[in-house]
Structures are given as C-alpha cells and as structure tokens.
C-alpha cells in the first residue's frame, strides 16, 4: 500500500461510514467540495494516524493546510518520508 | 461477627479486651489518622475510637504511602494507628499506635462516649490527592434509619473497602441492625471473595456497577444466593441490572446515587436505569433534591458538612445544597446520570458525556465493559475514541469485522459525533481504588 491509497480508502471508508455522497476523487478536488464534513477529516485524520504513523496537522512549522485531495495527499507523502 | 478471610471477630471481644494494647486512654481527645491495611482490625479500631477521639481519618488500605504525609498535616493529625508494617513518616514515638488482634487489656478503659468524634473520609481530588472530607456518625448512619431491615438477620458483603464511603455504609447497617459482615481481604481475587461469602450464606451484597461487572464473569458470581443487590458510586445502566436481575431473579436489586460529599441519596429498586422525574424538586426523607445548570444537588442532614484543609473549597453552596457534579438529563418521566461535569468531550463545539455512549457501547452483546474517552484531534478539537472488553465468548471472530459491528450499533442509536471514531480492544481496564473505571484524561 502506498499513501495514497491509504489515504484513498480512508476517504471512501469513512464516507461510506458517516453516509456521506463522495464527490469523484481526483487530485484536483477541493477538500470543502468533497462531500465530507470536519468531523469526517477529524476521523480520516486520526485512522492515518494510526496507520502511517504521521499526524502532518499536528507537526509545528508545517506548510499551509491542504485545499484540494491532491495537496491533502502529498501532505501526506512527505510527512510520512521524514 | 465481621468475617475475614484469615480470621472472624467476635466484636464482643471488644468488652473484654482491645485491639490498641491497653494505650487506648492516650487516645482520648486526639486526631487520629487510621491507617491499618487489614479491614478488620481498623473496623475494631474504628469501634474503639469513636466517642474517644476528637477526629478519625479513615485510610483505605491502598492509599499511596507518598500521600500520608498530605493526609496527617491537612487532619492536624497527632496519633497515627497502623498494623505496624506501613512504611509512615517520621512522627514521635508516643504518636504512633500499632493495632493488634484483640487481647484483654490490664488497664480497664472507659468505654462511654465522650464526645462526637469527626469521622473523616478520603475521596480521590481531580489531580489525584486525596480531598478529606468531614462526617461524623449521626450523618453517616441517618440514611440506614430511614430504611429498616425486615426478615432474618442480614449477612453483609460487599466489594467495597469499609474505609470508603460504599462500604462503610455496609459496615455501618451491619453493625447497628445486628448483622454480620463478610469482609475482604487485600489481594483477594473476586472468584475467591465470592466462594467465601457463599459458604458463609451472604444475603446482602453491595458494589459499584464496575465491580459487578467484574464479579460477572467469575463463575462463582452464581454461587451466592443474595435476597440484596445494590449498586452505587457510578451510573448503573440497563446491561448492568438486566445482567443482575437475570443472575438473582428473587433478589431485590437496588441502584442508589451516593457520593463522599453528598451522603446517600436516594434509592431506585425499579430494576430500570435511571430514577423518576418527579424525585427532582422533591423533599424525600431528609434529602431535598434538586437539578440546577445540569447537575444534580442535595440538601440534607447526611451529606458530610466540610473539607478540610486551610484553603479547602467550600463543601455546601449558601443554601446547604451539596453539588455532586453529577450530570442529569430528563426524558419523558424519567431523569439519566449522563457523567461528571468533568467528564466532558468536546468534538467540533457538541458536548459529549463519556458514560452516554459507554451505555450504548455495553448493550452491544459481545461487549463485556467499555471506556470512552477523549483523542486530540486537530480538526474537532477533540474525537470520541473507545476502549473495549470483549465478552469471554466473544472474540473468536474477526475482530475488525467486530468492530465495525460495535459501530453500527452505536450509529444506530447515538448521533453521529459521539459514535467512536476508533475502537480498541483490550483484556481488561483499569479499575481505581474505590471500584470505579478509571478515568485518566476525562
């Protein structure tokens, strides 16, 4: 498994979870317009925790929150690479 | 006769001899801290000492040796009573008291009350040291004359040590309705408590829903045949009193909101979870009992009048109403314990009570016992997260299929931000002192 569809999985995971109607994922999919709430992300952000070991919100002096899933990904990939 | 498990006293030992080795009388008019690990020698030290001593600090048996030194100063304390083995901080010789198994004493010693002695508990503050709480004998024994033994003399068990407020309850009613009491013993498994209190015919059996819980899954838990049950000192939810009417069909089974500060309550013996509506407001008894900004408050003649210490907060509000810092939310006819004040989580601004969905994550039938607590989160704030004990018989299936069963069941039932985000399996969950789930970052 690579990050991305870790981070792919969770979306749909919890998606289908919370009942929420996933807008097509794509790299350019503004987060807000995903279909999913905050208190989704809170969950996706802590299941990738848990999973990859990283909580890129958490760490000080990091880059700006992500806008879209492609931002949201490599947020991810480069947390995990320190 | 208070029943051990190494030896039973007969408490009229106690008119021909004494457990304090003839030094009784220098006793007399002091602050006595009592700290006997073994519960029935301090129960006939407690005997001793009430009516002789000026105040008595009840210690239970696992209070940290690091906090007795807190303990002796904020009691102003100048006699301590041990069995000789606690580690104690340095204090005179003449201060220092070891309490033995009763023998005729040389020097005959007054026995009549002389005075109304303090009798001080120990209840857990928030940062872990112990608040000391001011009762004395007439406010711990006013809820046990409103509500009279009837039938054969009782035989008293309970999970509780006698030093906590649960127990000395029991203690107390056993001592002044004549009844015997089956005592535990430090480091006495639940199984082998329960074998000993069956052979000796226990009929009244007393613990906190935690407790019950783990008697449950002992197997000895259908040794005993008691016509009692009570609950008290956490929320009693439905799984628990079903699971106990289901054990004990012909007992009565009672839940009781009791606390340190606020004494005894009231009591609910309709086997629902919960008690009525129509109690809020109401004088019963000698309690008035009252719902103001969410929390349950009582005014009565048992709640215990004061902490001590110099800068101790005050015990009672201007118009004598104990806060209990329970939470309590009304539906239909009935009033709910949602948790502690304390105790909430707050996911995105909406209010969680830890017990609430702990309820709801109980009723599932593979679940044993469960605890909810808060996870950081950097978008909410804070996530609700559980720690759950599978039934014994559960957990042979795959436990992520499991897990998804357990939150499916809560999104059922619970809106949609107090259903945990994540769910651990665990062996077992820490139990405090005093029997209640221990409740680290609530």
């Known amino acids: 498994m690579t990050v991305r569809t870790d981070v792919l999985a969770e979306f749909q995971k919890v998606a289908q979870e919370q009942g929420k109607k996933l807008a097509p994922l794509s790299d350019g999919l503004v987060l807000l317009e995903s279909g999913l709430d905050s208190l989704c992300f809170a969950i996706i952000v802590a299941r990738l925790e848990d999973r990859l070991g990283v909580d890129p919100f958490n760490a000080s002096a990091q880059a700006d929150f992500p806008v879209t899933l492609g931002d949201f990904i490599r947020f991810y990939e480069n947390a995990a690479a320190r | 006769m208070l029943h051990a498990a190494h030896a039973s006293f007969d408490l009229g030992s106690l008119e021909r001899g004494s457990c304090l080795d003839g030094r009784l009388a220098e006793l007399r008019g002091r602050s006595v801290v009592l700290a006997v690990a073994d519960q ?86 928030t940062t872990g040291v112990p608040k000391l709480v001011v009762h004395s004998l007439d ?39 004549g009844g015997s009491l089956v005592l535990s013993s430090a480091g006495e498994a639940v199984g082998a408590y329960l074998e000993r209190a069956a052979a000796l015919g226990a009929t009244h059996i007393l613990g906190t829903p935690t407790h019950w819980r783990g008697a449950l899954m002992s197997p000895s838990v259908r040794r005993i045949q008691p016509r009692y049950v009570r609950l008290s000192g956490e929320i009693a939810d439905q799984v628990i009193l079903d699971h106990l009417r289901d054990c004990y069909p012909d007992a009565g089974l009672v839940h009781a909101f009791a606390s340190t500060e606020a004494g005894v309550a009231f009591e609910v013996a309709d086997g629902k ?97 469960s605890l909810v607590r808060a996870r950081k989160s950097p978008i909410t704030g804070a996530l609700v997260i559980a720690d759950v004990v599978l039934c014994s018989d559960a957990g042979a299936g795959d436990s992520r299929s499991l897990e998804q069963e357990i939150k499916e069941h809560c999104r059922a039932r619970l809106p949609r931000h107090k259903v945990p985000a994540t769910i651990n399996f665990v062996p077992a969950l820490e139990v405090s002192a005093s029997g209640k789930l221990e409740r680290r970052n609530a």
């Open chain 2, 273 to 369: 979870s919960g008690f009525p509506a129509d109690l809020t407001g109401a004088r019963i008894a000698d309690v008035d009992i009252k719902v103001e900004q969410g929390s349950l408050r009582l005014r009565s003649p048992r709640t215990a009048s004061r902490y001590l210490g110099a800068n101790a907060e005050p015990l009672r509000d201007a118009d004598g109403f104990v806060d209990t810092g329970d939470m309590v939310e009304q539906r239909g006819e009935r009033c709910y314990f949602v948790g502690r004040r304390g105790g909430i989580i707050n996911v995105g601004g909406q209010k969680i009570h830890p017990e609430e969905v702990e309820a709801v994550i109980n009723s599932h039938p593979q679940v044993r016992l």
């Open chain 2, 40 to 125: 029935a020698l301090a129960a006939l030290a407690l005997i001793e000492l009430d009516g002789l001593a000026r105040r008595v600090v009840l210690c239970p048996a696992d209070v940290p040796p690091e906090h007795l030194p807190h303990v002796i100063a904020t009691a102003e304390a100048d006699a301590v009573v041990s069995d000789g083995t606690a580690a104690l901080p340095s204090l005179p010789t003449d201060a220092l008291f070891v309490a033995k198994p009763p023998k005729t004493s040389a020097a005959e010693v007054e026995r009549q009350p002389q005075r109304t002695t303090e009798w001080v508990l120990l209840t857990s503050g």
């Open chain 2, 139 to 177: 406010s711990l024994t006013r809820p046990i004359a409103s509500s009279p033994a009837r039938g054969p003399l009782p035989l008293w068990s309970t999970f509780y040590d006698i030093r906590r407020y649960g127990g000395l309850q029991v203690f107390l009613r056993a001592m002044l309705g």
